[in-house]
């Protein structure tokens, strides 16, 4: 295993010896895994570790042995669920992630401005700086982009994968106009230890990026290496209300809704009156009546793009 750090937001030397592979099986980028096979043979990678899984849950399993083989880099090929399950599992390692962005959204990878190109994504991670990037952990388990509850939660839960791909984020505002009835639940919020809200609520928002689900810019301050999440809280109900909502939302206003408060902080604590279905990632979760939710700094080492040159 790699025994380099990174310091947070900051590039690092990188080396790379044993290589590992785990792949969503059934997500594809440019030419496939063949085509990535063939890329990282190219570069001159010798001692390559290869996993495939059928579905995202079975990938932890993989990274894990990854990591007993003493792998210096590990690249994950599939989409945000996917990333989410391998940095729950590499979270706090050292060993660096590289993105490979096959799934529907990739929302971790286009924040970062990693491409969806499969040449650029394997030398950005083979090539590119490293950095510390902060994680979410809700309920004891981490997240890259973002969580949430209620509203979001079932819109995760019920938004068509197929429609998803073709539609983008139209599909997340097309699935949420079926929820628009979605009840207020008398909810109770803390955060850093003081109270926030008090009141009731349609969703809770915690995000780690700016753009979040369907590709809609949520938080515009979030940055992934600033030791805080960004908070929000929505108070919408019914059709009118929803189509405000989320209309801002998709225009990049969240902030000027008058159903949307929204903050910054470090330790979350959220009491709801009725169980609320919760995701994380995109990855819908159990309906609960209690979400504890703190920043993580630094805890993912990440191969990123080269920054802009000032």
Not at 46 to 54: K, R, T
Request: hydrophobic content about 40%; some cysteine.
């Amino acid at each position: 295993m790699s025994t380099s750090t990174a310091e947070r937001g900051t590039a690092v030397p990188t080396r790379v010896g044993t290589v590992a592979v785990v792949a969503h099986r059934k997500k594809t980028l440019g030419g496939g895994l063949d085509a990535l096979r063939t890329e990282l043979v190219a570069a001159g990678v010798e001692d390559l570790i290869w996993y495939e899984v059928p579905k995202s849950r079975k990938a932890p399993q993989k990274v894990r042995k990854a990591l007993k083989k003493d792998a210096d880099l590990i690249f994950v090929w599939g989409g945000d669920g996917m990333v989410q399950r391998c940095a729950d599992t590499l979270a706090a390692t050292g060993t660096a992630m590289a993105i490979l962005p096959a799934g529907t959204a990739n929302l971790f990878a286009a924040n970062l401005g990693i491409p969806e190109d499969l040449t650029e994504a394997v030398r950005i991670g083979l090539h590119g700086p490293r950095r510390a990037l902060d994680l979410g952990r809700l309920n004891g388990e981490h997240f890259a982009v973002m969580a949430g509850a209620g509203f979001d939660g079932d819109l995760i839960r019920e938004a068509d994968r197929k429609l998803k791909g073709r539609l983008g984020r139209i599909a997340y505002l097309w699935t949420g106009s079926r929820h628009v009835r979605g009840e207020l639940v008398p909810t109770r919020i803390t955060v850093d230890g003081a109270e926030w809200f008090d009141g009731e609520a349609s969703c809770v928002l915690f995000g780690n990026v700016g753009t979040i689900t369907g590709g809609i810019p949520a938080f515009d301050d979030a940055r992934p290496d600033d030791g805080a999440l960004e908070i929000g809280v929505s108070t919408a109900n019914g059709a009118v209300d929803w189509a405000r909502t989320l209309g801002r939302m998709a225009a990049g206003r969240s902030e000027e809704s008058p159903f949307v408060r929204i903050t910054r902080g470090r330790r979350v604590k959220v009491k709801l009156a009725a169980p609320r279905t919760y995701e994380l990632d995109g990855g819908a979760r159990r309906a609960v009546t209690k979400l504890k939710v703190r920043v993580v700094p630094g805890a993912l080492t990440v191969c990123c793009p080269e920054p802009p040159e000032r």
